[in-house]
């Protein structure tokens, strides 16, 4: 909630709890995948709040961002004393 505040005080155009369908032979399965955060129609943001961000949660993404067709994708770990210590950008 906080983040998204930010985001909007900074005019930063964003889609919380984006939808994303799935395409599975010849249907297609709406609110198949959640983005937690699509910013600026480009950008997935992925948010956790774990010990250690893993290699899943990188597989996670990247599934987000190729199903979505987007290059770029962030995951933010809020779990830690730096926010810049839980950030890992990923690009396609």
Same mark, same amino acid.
């Given at each position: ?5 930010? &985001?909007? +005080? ?6 919380? +709890? ?14 198949? *995948? ?18 250690? =961000? ?5 597989? +996670? /993404?990247?599934?987000? #961002?190729? =199903?979505?067709? @987007?290059? &770029?994708?962030? *995951? &933010? ?9 839980? #950030? @890992?950008?990923?690009? /396609?």
């Amino acid at each position: 909630a906080c983040l998204c505040y930010e &985001l909007s +005080q900074a005019g930063v155009n964003f889609e919380p +709890q984006c939808s994303l369908p799935i395409r599975y032979g010849d249907a297609t399965i709406e609110g198949g *995948l959640r983005l937690d955060l699509l910013v600026e129609g480009k950008v997935i943001v992925e948010l956790k709040s774990i010990e250690t =961000l893993l290699p899943i949660h990188e597989a +996670q /993404l990247l599934t987000y #961002m190729k =199903l979505a067709n @987007k290059r &770029l994708g962030f *995951l &933010l770990n809020f779990n830690t004393v730096l926010l810049r210590d839980g #950030m @890992k950008r990923l690009v /396609l």
